[in-house]
């Protein structure tokens, strides 16, 4: 499959990990891409994110973001949502840099 994603490095101590979050959203139940993914995220337990219409609208806060059952698009919530582009502000929950960038949701 392709997806497109971007990548940040987290130093952390003397080891690092970086935290990819891949930026295409395909809710057409083929089971993948079905939600915001965000590789490595289980190893930053105190992270919160928050996404925003590209207006500045909130439409998802999260404390604790894990790939299973803490996601975005919330599937009641989907209706809600366009097909368009939304920002995140991730934060790692750990004192590191607070991340920023852009997914794209297809329906």
Do not use: A, H
């Amino acid at each position: 499959s392709d997806s497109t994603s971007q990548s940040f490095e987290i130093k952390n101590g003397s080891d690092d990990c970086v935290l990819k979050v891949y930026s295409g959203i395909t809710r057409n139940g083929d089971g993948e891409n079905e939600f915001m993914y965000i590789e490595n995220i289980e190893q930053y337990p105190n992270n919160s994110i928050m996404v925003f219409t590209r207006w500045g609208e909130q439409v998802y806060t999260m404390k604790g973001y894990n790939n299973v059952d803490r996601t975005w698009p919330i599937e009641g919530e989907l209706s809600k949502l366009s097909s368009n582009t939304y920002f995140y502000v991730l934060d790692p929950g750990d004192g590191g840099k607070v991340l920023k960038g852009w997914i794209e949701l297809i329906k």
